[in-house]
């Protein structure tokens, strides 16, 4: 018999912050709305992002940076999703975001933007209308 | 089928994708596992048992790490549970496997159990098969955790580490403990911990009455996160893959395993089509409702909708039917 199908999310670490208090929680929110949340730990490079997100097949990739780097690190996560072939997947971002970034990391790609102070509310219902499965 | 082709030639997507398929219940998922079955059985999978915090994650690291050494092609399978509330999972085995991940070659897969007994997913063999079809020659599976019911492990692996730590528990636990019947090899992890080699001789002492067996259950001492045990642990699970491998008993045991494996899956299923079958027929409500009533006994409810669910069985009810 056919299971639901569920969420799968992968929630990152990249680079260097050694914050992941906001991350957790996010974590163990889209946890308690039913989605399957695969958590990176600390100082992730990209290529180990990317190469988690292709093992685990992930639908979405939840970055979490408050390291002011986003835009740089955001930029090399599409380009390395772009050669891995896993461009399907949706990239959202969330930490600590000045809304003046929000218009270019909007055309960087990233679908989402969630900076600290969202409600966890508004991110599951943002991921669970737009996600699909596949 | 395209997908198991690319498996078979080491695409890691393809795997990845192939995995979520048989999860999801796919029918296509296990059209795939029928195709890549016969290609399957090179891989020795290894599956780590315990309670949480006994150190599991860790000494599948460690093993990967050391496998990974001596050029082995290995696969990690590290399952968690579902919220007992929700389908949600926090998948976050990957976090203590930061060196396992450097191994070249590794794939490394999180699961939630989605509330299958046993502390695996039923897609977790589906998964080893997957992995074993992708070239790798160890497969590691790491369980829930859950403790004392962790059977189904014991079905889809070659063999089973039983990690337990000095705070295990006292006797009494032992003696009632499905946990250390199942172990291939038992662990006595945390051995800085006071009290750590009564404990190893305590499990030693319990496990002498199966002397008579053909496997002898080695009880093993480590430090798994200073790495200290972990050479030892390889050589034993080596010993443990040649004995299911050549002795005859071994081999029995083996079948044994495959039958209880197919028993469990069916249950699940059988279990799945049965429920499907039943929920919302008017029939069926009508008897819970007379349960919840108190007008009959939950067996007789129970007998009642078995009944409805599979004509033909249940001959006595008849005499209720009335």
């Known amino acids: ?134 | 089928m395209e997908l198991v082709k690319k498996v078979l030639h080491g695409d890691e997507g393809s795997a990845a994708r192939l995995i979520s398929m048989i999860e999801e219940g796919l029918d296509e998922g296990y059209e795939a596992v029928s195709l890549l079955f016969p290609h399957t059985g090179k891989a020795h999978v290894i599956g780590v048992t315990g309670a949480p915090g006994a150190g599991k994650s860790t000494i599948v690291d460690k093993l990967a790490v050391s496998y990974g050494r001596q050029g082995e092609k290995v696969g990690i399978i590290a399952v968690d549970p579902t919220s007992a509330k929700g389908s949600g999972a926090f998948l976050g085995d990957r976090v203590r496997m930061r060196d396992a991940e450097k191994v070249k070659g590794i794939f490394i897969r999180s699961m939630a159990h989605r509330g299958f007994p046993g502390g695996v997913a039923k897609a977790t063999l589906g998964a080893a098969y997957v992995l074993d079809g992708l070239g790798k020659e160890i497969i590691l599976i790491e369980s829930v955790g859950a403790g004392q019911t962790e059977i189904q492990i014991s079905m889809i692996c070659d063999s089973v580490i039983t990690v337990l730590t000095p705070d295990y528990g006292d006797e009494l636990q032992l003696l009632k403990a499905g946990l250390i019947e199942i172990g291939d090899i038992v662990v006595m992890n945390k051995m800085d911990k006071p009290g750590a080699a009564e404990a190893a001789e305590d499990i030693e002492f319990y496990l002498m009455n199966r002397k008579n067996q053909p496997w002898q259950t080695p009880v093993l001492t480590m430090e798994a996160r200073k790495g200290k045990g972990v050479e030892r642990l390889v050589e034993a699970l080596g010993e443990h893959h040649k004995y299911t491998e050549g002795d005859v008993q071994g081999k029995s045991a083996k079948k044994e395993k495959t039958k209880q494996l197919v028993m469990a899956l069916f249950k699940e299923e059988a279990w799945s089509a049965i429920m499907k079958s039943i929920l919302g027929k008017t029939d069926f409500e009508v008897i819970m409702q007379k349960a919840q009533d108190g007008t009959i006994d939950p067996y007789r409810a129970v007998r009642m909708a078995l009944r409805i669910a599979l004509p033909g069985s249940g001959k006595m009810e008849e005499n209720y039917a009335r």
């Open chain 1, 1 to 134: 018999m056919q299971d639901k199908m569920r969420l799968k999310v992968l929630i990152a670490k990249p680079g260097l912050d050694g914050h992941d208090r906001g991350a957790k929680v996010v974590a163990q929110a889209l946890k308690e709305a039913g989605m399957e949340v695969v958590y990176s730990g600390l100082h992730r490079t990209i290529d180990q992002i990317v190469n988690i997100a292709v093992q685990e097949d992930v639908d979405v990739i939840g970055l979490s940076i408050m390291t002011g780097a986003h835009i740089p690190i955001t930029q090399r996560l599409f380009q390395k999703i772009k050669e891995k072939g896993i461009d399907n997947k949706m990239v959202f971002v969330g930490g600590v975001i000045p809304s003046r970034d929000i218009p270019k990391l909007k055309e960087i790609g990233v679908v989402g933007v969630f900076p600290g102070g969202t409600p966890l509310a508004e991110t599951i219902h943002f991921l669970q209308s737009t996600v699909k499965k596949g």
